[in-house]
């Protein structure tokens, strides 16, 4: 069985579509209220890091096994162990809400990575939107 060596798998986190992230930067830049502003534009949905790779893993049929890497986890207090946006100020603003729940996205994502025609324009060497 194949493993993926991981650190600490329970910090959660407020993961977004990338088409939810867009649609939400279009809604703001349209709303004169929102101009001067501090928005999230958060799915307002908490999940931890070991429950989004246990979904990952359903979603792509695999029996890859998680494990806990000492190596790999972060020197005390160093670790963000909640990241929870709340969206209420924009669907306030604009009366935008993301459109994909996590397992939507994320299957998306599995999607599009698994087309070789789209792994093929992938940089893992360069951070872009």
């Given at each position: 069985m194949k493993q993926i060596k991981l650190g600490d798998a329970s910090p959660t986190r407020d993961f977004n579509y990338v088409e939810d992230t867009c649609q939400g930067f279009l809604a703001l830049a349209n709303c004169d209220a929102a101009v001067g502003q501090t928005v999230n534009i958060a799915s307002n949905y908490e999940i931890s890091v070991g429950e989004t790779l246990n979904i990952i893993r359903e979603l792509m049929g695999s029996e890859v096994e998680f494990i806990t890497d000492e190596q790999r986890l972060r020197p005390g207090k160093s670790e963000v162990f909640?990241?929870?946006?709340?969206?209420?100020?924009?669907?306030?603003?604009?009366?935008?809400?993301?459109?994909?729940?996590?397992?939507?996205?994320?299957?998306?994502?599995?999607?599009?990575?698994?087309?070789?025609?789209?792994?093929?324009?992938?940089?893992?060497?360069?951070?872009?939107?």
């Open positions: 909640r990241l929870w946006g709340d969206n209420a100020k924009i669907r306030e603003l604009t009366g935008f809400a993301p459109q994909h729940d996590i397992r939507a996205g994320l299957q998306k994502t599995i999607d599009w990575f698994t087309q070789p025609h789209q792994l093929a324009k992938y940089k893992a060497d360069l951070y872009n939107v």
